[in-house]
Antibody, heavy 119, light 111 residues
Framework: QVQLQQSGPGLVKPSQTLSLTCAIS??????????WNWIRQSPSRGLEWLGR?????????EYALSVKSRITVNPDTSKNQVSLHLNSVTPEDTAVYYC?????????WGQGTLVTVSS | QTVVTQEPSFSVSPGGTVTLTCGLS?????????PSWYQQTPGQAPHTLIY???TRSSGVPDRFSGSILGNKAALTITGAQADDESHYYC???????????FGGGTKLTVL
């Protein structure tokens, strides 16, 4: 059974970087069939796919246009984790952030982390 | 910007049948959009019901089914139960530029 355990701060100041980590069990971040996504949910924006990383003989990253200039999703093969970094945050980035396994659909979700952007 | 559309709310009687839809602001939904459906109760992460238009996720009761109806993806619940009262979201794959876009969700009431 795949489990995704998220960790990271729940409060970030405006203009700073939001950083979250997702520890993977029951699968490998280097899997040739899975992709590791970050999705967020807020009342104003609904559910929003942010980006993903996946391994297919080499590492690939794909990002949503809305955050492409500010986002990095990185694998950590030594810890079997994936991380999210979103820089220059504003209050609009306040949301519940989910780590999610998926290819064309999203099958396993982390527990979600509420991140509030406020001074 | 392409928008994925869902009914904001729907109501069904216990034991009844309801069909929720997922459309595009421009164009028709097809299997190549890999429509998938998720159920979410308050405070919980979404839970996969249907993927690739018609495939039920493991453990999902067969009263949930997916299809293409006309130019939209559809989720049909047959024999609705009280614990089906939830928010339902669809997501479509919109290709190499826009990737995955979620609908705004449908709040289903069973009464």
């Amino acid at each position: 059974q795949v489990q995704l355990q998220q960790s990271g701060p729940g409060l970030v100041k405006p203009s700073q970087t939001l950083s979250l980590t997702c520890a993977i069990s029951g699968d490998s971040v280097s899997s040739n069939t899975a992709a590791w996504n970050w999705i967020r949910q807020s009342p104003s924006r609904g559910l929003e796919w942010l980006g993903r990383t996946f391994y297919r003989s080499k590492w690939y990253n794909e990002y949503a246009l809305s955050v492409k200039s500010r986002i990095t999703v990185n694998p950590d093969t030594s810890k079997n984790q994936v991380s999210l970094h979103l820089n220059s945050v504003t209050p609009e980035d306040t949301a519940v952030y989910y780590c999610v396994r998926g290819g064309y659909h999203f099958d396993y979700w982390g527990q979600g982390t509420l991140v509030t952007v406020s001074s | 910007q392409t928008v994925v559309t869902q009914e904001p709310s729907f109501s069904v009687s216990p034991g009844g049948t309801v069909t929720l839809t997922c459309g595009l602001s421009s164009g028709a939904v097809s299997n190549s959009h890999y429509p998938s459906w998720y159920q979410q109760t308050p405070g919980q992460a979404p839970h996969t019901l249907i993927y690739s238009t018609t495939t039920r996720s493991s453990g999902v009761p067969d009263r949930f089914s997916g299809s293409i109806l006309g130019n939209k993806a559809a989720l049909t619940i047959t024999g609705a139960q009280a614990d089906d009262e939830s928010h339902y979201y669809c997501v479509l794959f919109l290709g190499s530029v826009f990737r995955w876009v979620f609908g705004g969700g449908t709040k289903l009431t069973v009464l």
